[in-house]
């Protein structure tokens, strides 16, 4: 057993005891190990909130290079590290008691005072002064301070000597005006890799102003693309060899992210101690475009902006090795416009053209954002359907793009009616690889095309069964009514005593000339998805009206029929006037007529539906 600290998913640090052992069968066989976990962060951080904070405390201001007062809001010393006392040439014990205005070399008392009174109102504050040591010579140094009320109204000051740092900015100058003019942006930082200085480059390509990034950490202006993994290694290569380059994103001030070649190159002195890092770089923005329309030519269609037969190829391996690894199905469709050589004898290439780019369009509307639609050449169109849940599915994305395709086109002027077939094949029950699955799709887009156009056929014939009677009721339903096929049932509604007509609900049946009789479970929602429940709800309103009619002359009364309306005939703007109309040619009382909806459709946008 042990204990130690472990990160929650949330990010919450926890304290766990953990606690294991063997466990062994009657022979002695270790047969699993059992365990258990318990949080004790409660008890840990009772035990250590009040060591912790004062070790802490110890440890960093006794540790750090830099020196290290505790004053308060007076401006007196209450403590001072070994490092300030070393800096300074005083004591610790001589430091302790003096005021900061005793030691301050640039500023008079008065400044010191007020700027006292800032640190207490803003709580922090970073700056540059000098001090005077206790042999009465002047060192630069880099305030750091923070106030605190909850600490009893105490700062907390680091000092940092930066005497050799400004020296050596002082022979930076020397050559200014190379570090001024070139076109390269340069960054210059110190060890621990806060900057130090920038040029007018820097400044142009990043947008930022010099005085901005001074003090600041490169990583200010980071873009998020690069992992941590990737600036380990980078830093390993610049502390082991010295340098290192490579491409860069990083984040201009307007946000905007863009790439750059990056060289960066480690400074040493005499004792080979690094003491700057100087990074030049340049924008690639303007090549990275180049390579980018590079990519386009080599990878999508210049036309139509899709991708294209070699980045068709490339996705759909790819979506097979993620279909294979999650167990997934994919699909993959050869679409072929029917007509399409009509436009561009007609009308034109550039007709032609614009044609195929508002087809683009029209079968991208349909797809999902992760799927690909590419064209092969010509009027030829792919689709790769990704992580497919069912046959079903798949055959209403293809009819959905063939009603899609259906509809007419305007083109310089004139009403253009086109069409495709489309051929379809699955993974991994049609192929297993690019090649198979793409012949497969071809063949059955070809087969699709010999059935009639305007058509979708699967490749594979057991599948393709449930698909090809639905693609046929589907067909058929369109004719359904003028062949006469279509024919009322009216099932009778009686009072509470079981034996008075109260009324009767009138249900649409379907005689298939080939098939017989079709269940309205079956082609009722082939109806609804394909838009024929229009029509056929209109038919039966008229069908009822001309079976009272009968009933009426025959001497037979019902006191009132019952007439479902569809989610689809309700959402109709004209639904009222169309039934008005229908009604209002038999000469009946409306009252003998009622119309049942779902709750579902009652309760689906209420506004609309009062």
């Given at each position: 057993?042990?204990?130690?600290?472990?990160?929650?998913?949330?990010?919450?640090?926890?304290?766990?005891?953990?606690?294991?052992?063997?466990?062994?069968?009657?022979?002695?066989?270790?047969?699993?190990?059992?365990?258990?976990?318990?949080?004790?962060?409660?008890?840990?951080?009772?035990?250590?909130?009040?060591?912790?904070?004062?070790?802490?405390?110890?440890?960093?201001?006794?540790?750090?290079?830099?020196?290290?007062?505790?004053?308060?809001?007076?401006?007196?010393?209450?403590?001072?590290?070994?490092?300030?006392?070393?800096?300074?040439?005083?004591?610790?014990?001589?430091?302790?008691?003096?005021?900061?205005?005793?030691?301050?070399?640039?500023?008079?008392?008065?400044?010191?005072?007020?700027?006292?009174?800032?640190?207490?109102?803003?709580?922090?504050?970073?700056?540059?002064?000098?001090?005077?040591?206790?042999?009465?010579?002047?060192?630069?140094?880099?305030?750091?301070?923070?106030?605190?009320?909850?600490?009893?109204?105490?700062?907390?000051?680091?000092?940092?000597?930066?005497?050799?740092?400004?020296?050596?900015?002082?022979?930076?100058?020397?050559?200014?005006?190379?570090?001024?003019?070139?076109?390269?942006?340069?960054?210059?930082?110190?060890?621990?890799?806060t900057i130090v200085d920038v040029n007018d480059?820097?400044?142009?390509?990043?947008?930022?102003?010099?005085?901005?990034?001074?003090?600041?950490?490169?990583?200010?202006?980071?873009?998020?693309?690069?992992?941590?993994?990737?600036?380990?290694?980078?830093?390993?290569?610049?502390?082991?060899?010295?340098?290192?380059?490579?491409?860069?994103?990083?984040?201009?001030?307007?946000?905007?992210?863009?790439?750059?070649?990056?060289?960066?190159?480690?400074?040493?002195?005499?004792?080979?101690?690094?003491?700057?890092?100087?990074?030049?770089?340049?924008?690639?923005?303007?090549?990275?475009?180049?390579?980018?329309?590079?990519?386009?030519?080599?990878?999508?269609?210049?036309?139509?902006?899709?991708?294209?037969?070699?980045?068709?190829?490339?996705?759909?391996?790819?979506?097979?090795?993620?279909?294979?690894?999650?167990?997934?199905?994919?699909?993959?469709?050869?679409?072929?416009?029917?007509?399409?050589?009509?436009?561009?004898?007609?009308?034109?290439?550039?007709?032609?053209?614009?044609?195929?780019?508002?087809?683009?369009?029209?079968?991208?509307?349909?797809?999902?954002?992760?799927?690909?639609?590419?064209?092969?050449?010509?009027?030829?169109?792919?689709?790769?359907?990704?992580?497919?849940?069912?046959?079903?599915?798949?055959?209403?994305?293809?009819?959905?793009?063939?009603?899609?395709?259906?509809?007419?086109?305007?083109?310089?002027?004139?009403?253009?009616?086109?069409?495709?077939?489309?051929?379809?094949?699955?993974?991994?029950?049609?192929?297993?690889?690019?090649?198979?699955?793409?012949?497969?799709?071809?063949?059955?887009?070809?087969?699709?095309?010999?059935?009639?156009?305007?058509?979708?056929?699967?490749?594979?014939?057991?599948?393709?069964?449930?698909?090809?009677?639905?693609?046929?009721?589907?067909?058929?339903?369109?004719?359904?009514?003028?062949?006469?096929?279509?024919?009322?049932?009216?099932?009778?509604?009686?009072?509470?005593?079981?034996?008075?007509?109260?009324?009767?609900?009138?249900?649409?049946?379907?005689?298939?000339?080939?098939?017989?009789?079709?269940?309205?479970?079956?082609?009722?929602?082939?109806?609804?998805?394909?838009?024929?429940?229009?029509?056929?709800?209109?038919?039966?309103?008229?069908?009822?009206?001309?079976?009272?009619?009968?009933?009426?002359?025959?001497?037979?009364?019902?006191?009132?029929?019952?007439?479902?309306?569809?989610?689809?005939?309700?959402?109709?703007?004209?639904?009222?006037?169309?039934?008005?109309?229908?009604?209002?040619?038999?000469?009946?009382?409306?009252?003998?007529?009622?119309?049942?909806?779902?709750?579902?459709?009652?309760?689906?946008?209420?506004?609309a539906v009062a």
């Open positions: 057993s042990w204990e130690y600290r472990m990160l929650r998913a949330d990010g919450e640090s926890v304290w766990i005891h953990a606690a294991f052992a063997p466990v062994r069968g009657a022979d002695g066989t270790l047969i699993a190990i059992s365990g258990f976990l318990i949080d004790i962060s409660e008890k840990k951080q009772a035990e250590e909130n009040l060591s912790r904070h004062e070790r802490l405390f110890r440890e960093v201001i006794e540790t750090t290079g830099d020196g290290f007062w505790l004053v308060d809001n007076r401006g007196f010393l209450l403590e001072a590290n070994e490092a300030y006392a070393q800096l300074s040439g005083y004591s610790k014990e001589e430091l302790v008691g003096m005021h900061i205005s005793d030691l301050e070399a640039k500023e008079e008392s008065e400044e010191t005072r007020e700027r006292i009174e800032k640190i207490i109102r803003e709580g922090h504050d970073l700056f540059e002064t000098r001090h005077r040591r206790k042999d009465g010579s002047i060192w630069d140094v880099e305030i750091s301070t923070t106030f605190s009320h909850a600490s009893g109204g105490l700062f907390s000051v680091f000092a940092r000597d930066i005497s050799e740092r400004n020296a050596l900015l002082q022979e930076l100058k020397l050559v200014g005006e190379v570090f001024k003019n070139t076109g390269e942006g340069i960054v210059i930082t110190d060890p621990e890799s480059a820097y400044c142009r390509i990043m947008g930022y102003t010099r005085e901005q990034m001074i003090g600041q950490n490169p990583s200010v202006v980071g873009s998020g693309r690069h992992d941590k993994a990737f600036y380990e290694e980078m830093w390993r290569a610049i502390r082991e060899e010295g340098q290192w380059m490579g491409e860069v994103w990083d984040r201009r001030s307007n946000g905007e992210v863009f790439p750059k070649w990056l060289n960066i190159s480690a400074v040493y002195n005499e004792a080979r101690e690094i003491t700057h890092f100087v990074g030049t770089f340049s924008d690639i923005s303007t090549l990275k475009d180049v390579e980018q329309q590079l990519q386009k030519l080599a990878y999508y269609d210049a036309l139509t902006g899709l991708p294209n037969r070699l980045l068709f190829q490339d996705r759909l391996e790819q979506e097979i090795a993620i279909s294979r690894r999650m167990d997934h199905r994919c699909a993959v469709m050869f679409l072929d416009l029917d007509r399409f050589k009509n436009v561009n004898d007609t009308l034109g290439h550039s007709a032609g053209d614009e044609l195929l780019i508002e087809v683009a369009s029209r079968i991208k509307s349909h797809l999902r954002d992760n799927d690909t639609v590419a064209r092969l050449g010509g009027d030829e169109f792919t689709l790769i359907l990704r992580e497919v849940s069912s046959i079903d599915a798949v055959a209403l994305v293809a009819r959905k793009v063939i009603d899609e395709l259906a509809q007419p086109f305007t083109l310089m002027g004139s009403e253009v009616h086109l069409g495709g077939s489309i051929g379809i094949s699955l993974y991994p029950d049609d192929g297993k690889d690019f090649e198979t699955l793409t012949k497969h799709a071809d063949s059955a887009m070809y087969q699709a095309k010999g059935a009639g156009r305007g058509q979708y056929h699967f490749y594979s014939e057991r599948m393709d069964e449930k698909a090809h009677l639905r693609l046929r009721l589907e067909n058929d339903l369109h004719r359904a009514i003028e062949r006469g096929e279509l024919f009322l049932q009216y099932q009778p509604q009686l009072g509470a005593d079981g034996e008075s007509l109260v009324g009767a609900e009138a249900l649409v049946r379907w005689r298939h000339s080939e098939l017989g009789v079709i269940s309205p479970a079956e082609f009722i929602p082939i109806a609804e998805e394909s838009g024929t429940i229009i029509p056929i709800g209109e038919w039966v309103t008229q069908a009822v009206c001309d079976d009272m009619c009968r009933w009426r002359d025959a001497g037979l009364e019902v006191p009132s029929v019952a007439i479902n309306l569809s989610a689809r005939q309700f959402r109709q703007s004209d639904l009222i006037s169309r039934i008005i109309e229908i009604i209002s040619h038999s000469a009946l009382p409306p009252q003998l007529f009622e119309f049942e909806i779902t709750e579902s459709v009652a309760m689906d946008n209420a506004e």
